[in-house]
């Protein structure tokens, strides 16, 4: 069955520094999306992404933050200066197109990002 | 009014019982109802979904009750077995007005254990 498949696992970063983390959707899917999940926390919507462009975004994505597909098969995450309480993990997410109907978000395993 | 509250905030059941998971929800506007499964390391699965139009939805040993009136719905797991221990997300959203993609707004989870 194919799935979200997000890299790295598990990326430590110092507080201050950029980090990008990477996302394949599943290939025939054309929605995208990034959620994170602080430790202890609910799922949270950050973003989502369609014919290259952002479709919505939480207050949580500010301008800190940035999506990009950079080629036709990733989906990648920019936090440009990171903060402390960026520490989560991170899911990204794609789903079919379906006019009128909402088509199953598959999510990724998740990267858990650590700022030191 | 984007809550979703979620209750209890973890369960244990017997193996062979009956475990609920209850919801509840502000926004009128909801009107897609998923229960993603999330097990230790890995991303949120979707388990089963339903819509407003129906007030419950089986789907082997998983039902959802949907109570439209009190603005409510639930997990029930029948027969509840060791491997079902995992994380429960209830979530709602919206159905897109054209083709689209609507966010999912996430309960807190239930950490649900299940014992011999």
């Known amino acids: 069955e194919p799935e979200v498949t997000q890299t790295p696992s598990h990326q430590v970063t110092q507080m201050g520094q950029e980090v990008i983390l990477r996302c394949v959707p599943i290939?025939?899917?054309?929605?995208f999306y990034w959620y994170r999940q602080i430790l202890g926390q609910k799922v949270e919507f950050l973003v989502s992404?369609?014919?290259?462009?952002?479709?919505?975004k939480s207050e949580i994505f500010d301008d800190q933050f940035s999506v990009e597909r950079p080629d036709g098969s990733n989906f990648t995450l920019k936090i440009r200066s990171t903060k402390l309480e960026d520490s989560a993990m991170y899911f990204c997410?794609?789903?079919?197109?379906?006019?009128?109907?909402?088509?199953?978000?598959?999510f990724g395993d998740g990267t858990r990002l650590s700022i030191l | 009014q984007q809550q979703v509250k979620q209750s209890p905030q973890s369960l244990i059941v017997q193996k062979g019982g009956i475990s609920i998971i209850n919801c509840a929800y502000e926004?009128?506007?909801?009107?897609?109802f998923p229960w993603y499964q999330q097990f230790p390391g890995k991303g949120p699965a979707l388990l089963i979904a339903?819509?407003?139009?129906?007030s419950e939805k089986k789907e082997g040993r998983f039902t959802i009750s949907f109570n439209k009136s009190a603005k409510q719905f639930s997990l029930h797991i029948m027969d509840s077995q060791p491997g079902d221990s995992a994380t429960y997300f209830c979530?709602?959203?919206?159905?897109?007005?054209?083709?689209?993609?609507?966010?999912?707004?996430f309960g807190k989870g239930t950490r649900l254990s299940v014992i011999a």
């Open positions: 997410a794609s789903s079919r197109s379906g006019a009128y109907s909402n088509q199953p978000q598959h």
């Open positions: 290939s025939n899917h054309l929605y």
């Open positions: 992404f369609y014919n290259n462009e952002i479709s919505e």
């Open positions: 926004n009128t506007a909801f009107d897609y």
């Open positions: 339903i819509r407003p139009d129906v």
């Open positions: 979530a709602a959203t919206t159905t897109p007005i054209l083709s689209g993609n609507t966010p999912l707004v």
